[in-house]
Every structure is written in C-alpha cells, then in structure tokens.
C-alpha cells in the first residue's frame, strides 16, 4: 500500500515539474504583452503627447504594474538627477529583468529601447518604436503557436517519467 502511494506522488511530482515549465511559458507571453504594451503607451506619450522620454517613463510607473512599475520610476529619479538615460535604462532595466522568465533575446529587445531615442524628431523615435513593437508581436505569435502542443507534449513527458521512475524504484 505504501509503495502504491510512494508510486502516485511521484508520478504527480513529475507532473507537477512540467505543469512548473508550462506556468513558465505562459508567464512568458504574458510579459512579452505587457512589454508590448509598454511600447504601445510609449509610442503614444512621444508622439501624440509630446512628452519627453524621462516624462513617458514617469507616466509608464503610474500605469504599468509588477515588475517594471518600480523599475520605471526609479529610471525617471535617476535621470532627472543628471543620469545618463542609455545607462540609467540598461542599469536599471537589467535588474528587473533578471527574475523574469524571459530568454536572451527577448531581454534584449527590451534592453536595447534606448538605442531608437537618438533620433531628435518624435515621429522617428515612434517608428523605432514600432519597430521594436513589431518584434515582440512577431515572438508572441511564436509562442502562442507552439503553446498548445509543447504544453501537452511536456506534461506527458513529465507523467510519463513519473511513471518510469516509479517502476524504477520498485
């Protein structure tokens, strides 16, 4: 009886580890819209408000929530205090980044937003913005595609390793 329930939690151990990789996935995603949100909004404040970059940043904290919101006001203090706004950014930037579930490349395109401010004119930065939007959309559409069938595929490699290991320590 004991080997039965020893058997069945580690099956659902398992299984619990690739429902863990499929949260990750989807946290992923959701990021990447909230990123392209964030593009969005600040395509708006540049162009269409006028507003500055530190100024769109500012209005970025009081909008967006965990775990740029922080990150976006700390930006704005540092840089109306004389900071550098690549430096700032990138600085600031990479440590929120750090905990997220992102790959590489997705950090970068985030991490790279101040390299389209070197245009003066608004609407140049709003089209470098767009840009940068359409990249996120692009490894959005990626990841939806291949949601469903990678989260069947690892919470059945995950069962069935439950199940292996199980019959191995029998």
């Known amino acids: 009886m004991l080997q039965l329930i020893g058997c069945l939690m580690v099956m659902t151990g398992c299984t619990g580890i ?6 990750d996935h989807n946290r992923r995603i959701v990021l990447l819209r909230q990123i392209r949100d964030i593009f969005e909004d600040m395509k708006y404040y540049i162009s269409y408000q006028k ?6 940043v500012l209005r970025l904290s009081e909008k967006e929530r965990s775990p740029f919101s922080d990150t976006f ?8 205090m004389g900071g550098n706004f690549p430096d700032v950014w990138k600085s600031y930037m990479g440590k929120a980044l750090a905990g997220v579930p992102l790959c590489e490349k997705e950090k970068k395109i985030l991490l790279d937003f101040p390299s389209c401010l070197g245009y003066m004119e608004e609407g140049a930065q709003a089209a470098a913005l ?3 939007q359409r990249e996120v959309v692009q490894r959005i559409e ?21 199940v292996l290991l199980s019959i191995l320590l029998l």
């Not at 507003?51 to 769109?56: D, F, K, S």
């Not at 006001?73 to 109306?80: L, M, P, Q």
């Not at 990626?142 to 439950?162: D, P, R, T, Y």
Request: aromatic letters at 4%; glycine letters at 12%.
């Open 18 to 23: 690739g429902a863990v990789i499929c949260q």
């Open 51 to 56: 507003a500055a970059v530190p100024e769109a």
């Open 73 to 80: 006001y700390e930006i704005y203090e540092e840089t109306c």
């Open 130 to 132: 767009d840009e940068l």
């Open 142 to 162: 990626e990841l939806s595609g291949e949601q469903k069938n990678k989260n069947k595929m690892v919470i059945s490699l995950g069962l069935a390793g439950g």
